[in-house]
T-cell receptor
Framework: SQELEQSPQSLIVQEGKNLTINCTSS?????LYWYKQKYGEGLIFLMM?????EEKSHEKITAKLDEKKQQSSLHITASQPSHAGIYLC?????????????FGKGTKLTVNP | DSGVTQTPKHLITATGQRVTLRCSPR?????VYWYQQSLDQGLQFLIH???????AKGNILERFSAQQFPDLHSELNLSSLELGDSALYFC??????????????FGPGTRLTVL
């Protein structure tokens, strides 16, 4: 089963609307990353969250980490067509003696003008 | 442009063959990470090298191997290719030595198609 579940799988919004993407882990989170990917291209790092309750913002994108729920949310305010793409969450899930980096399957965001 | 280069951009080959993917990190970055992205599995971390040494292994198959050379470029070798190996292969680089890093810069990827 997927260690990181993202929801929704896809999202279509009208320009100017707010939206939220969620990422839930089945394991304890030690670091949570958000990335954006244009189709067929490399990933662009957005932000990293490490502590429970931590919240970071980058332009109109805000991400929060809820350590207790093992969940992170990515919120986009007043969406623009430039926000369109695939948003991926990644997490550091440590196990004794090793570190493991896992990723969600992504949320495809379409922003209609 | 992230500063990470990958060659080739596209590769089409047949089952059973062997291919080599190449990655040049950003200037000054000592870490190289390899990832595989497919429709079925999503993005998966394969392996991490730091200054020539293997640091962490993810879901890398035994048929796959990698190395990082003294000039810090890295190669990912995929052998006995199967249809399921068709995917986008990304490399990323970072100045940091850990698996979990604040900033990894991703290359544009190599799209591998196995026929």
């Amino acid at each position: 089963s997927q260690e990181l579940e993202q929801s929704p799988q896809s999202l279509i919004v009208q320009e100017g609307k707010n939206l939220t993407i969620n990422c839930t882990s089945s394991k304890t989170l030690y670091g949570l990353y958000w990335y954006k990917q244009k189709y067929g291209e490399g990933l662009i790092f957005l932000m990293m969250l490490q502590k429970g309750g931590e919240e970071k913002s980058h332009e109109k994108i805000t991400a929060k980490l809820d350590e207790k729920k093992q969940q992170s949310s990515l919120h986009i305010t007043a969406s623009q067509p430039s926000h369109a793409g695939i948003y991926l969450c990644g997490a550091d899930i440590k196990r004794p003696g090793s570190e493991k980096l896992v990723f969600g399957k992504g949320t495809k965001l379409t922003v209609n003008p | 442009d992230s500063g990470v280069t990958q060659t080739p951009k596209h590769l089409i080959t047949a089952t059973g063959q062997r291919v080599t993917l190449r990655c040049s990190p950003r200037s000054g970055d000592l870490s190289v990470y390899w990832y595989q992205q497919s429709l079925d599995q999503g993005l998966q971390f394969l392996i991490h090298y730091y200054n020539g040494e293997e640091r962490a292994k993810g879901n890398i198959l035994e048929r796959f191997s990698a190395q990082q050379f003294p000039d810090l470029h890295s190669e990912l070798n995929l052998s006995s290719l199967e249809l399921g190996d068709s995917a986008l292969y990304f490399c990323a680089s970072s100045v940091y030595s850990g698996v979990s890093t604040d900033t990894q810069y991703f290359g544009p990827g190599t799209r591998l198609t196995v026929l």
